[in-house]
């Protein structure tokens, strides 16, 4: 990183972290803004249900399906060297995105809508399936290390990507053709 960015003369105690990389940088920044979002958004809950004198407890634990999703992430990342130091980087991060996509989407459709607050999708569950696949496959099985990865990665990627299309394709088709907004748009017009 800092012979990127054209630096030589550093303070002691960075000289130590000379040799981390762009990707280790990347992970370190992405860990502490992920951190740091998690206990700002607990903040809020926490502060939101004391408003309205209710428990925070039921609302913290539905965290725990997103806890267990993030850490099968790490988890499969760190499984194979493939993963973060190839070109596998840009689809497996793609691939969370739109896991991460659809979970927003839901959360916000849900309270938009007043419906219970969904805390899984179907998405979840598959990076802790590639990493059962990977080991099998892999110890069991004989497979290659780096087709299996690279299959599992690339099937994350269609999976994810069609699973999040199709939510916004339903979202668009529920909003445009439904009644009652057609209702409320004329109304106010």
């Not at 860990?31 to 502060?47: E, H, P, Q, W």
């Not at 130091?85 to 849900?110: E, Q």
């Not at 809508?113 to 069991?140: C, D, E, R, W």
Request: aromatic fraction near 12%; include cysteine; glycine fraction near 4%.
């Amino acid at each position: 990183m800092l012979e990127l960015l054209g630096v030589t003369d550093v303070p002691a105690f960075v000289e130590s972290y000379r040799e981390l990389s762009v990707l280790n940088i990347y992970l370190i920044v992405s860990a502490v803004c992920l951190l740091f979002n998690i206990l700002t958004a607990a903040g809020n809950v926490i502060a939101a249900k004391h408003k309205n004198n209710l428990r925070a407890r039921p609302a913290l634990t539905g965290v725990i399906p997103f806890a267990l999703f993030y850490v099968s992430l790490i988890i499969w990342a760190s499984s194979s060297r493939y993963i973060l130091h190839t070109y596998l980087l840009l689809p497996f991060t793609l691939t969370v995105g739109f896991s991460v996509a659809l979970s927003v989407g839901r959360i916000i459709t849900a309270h938009v809508t007043s419906q219970k607050f969904p805390i899984t999708n179907p998405l979840m569950v598959y990076p802790t399936l590639a990493v059962i696949i990977q080991a099998v496959g892999v110890k069991a099985w004989n497979w290659d290390p780096l087709t299996t990865v690279t299959a599992l990665v690339w099937i994350g990627f269609g999976l994810t990507m069609a699973v999040y299309s199709f939510f916004v394709a339903e979202l668009i088709i529920e909003i445009t053709t439904s009644k009652d907004l057609k209702k409320k748009v004329s109304k106010n017009k």
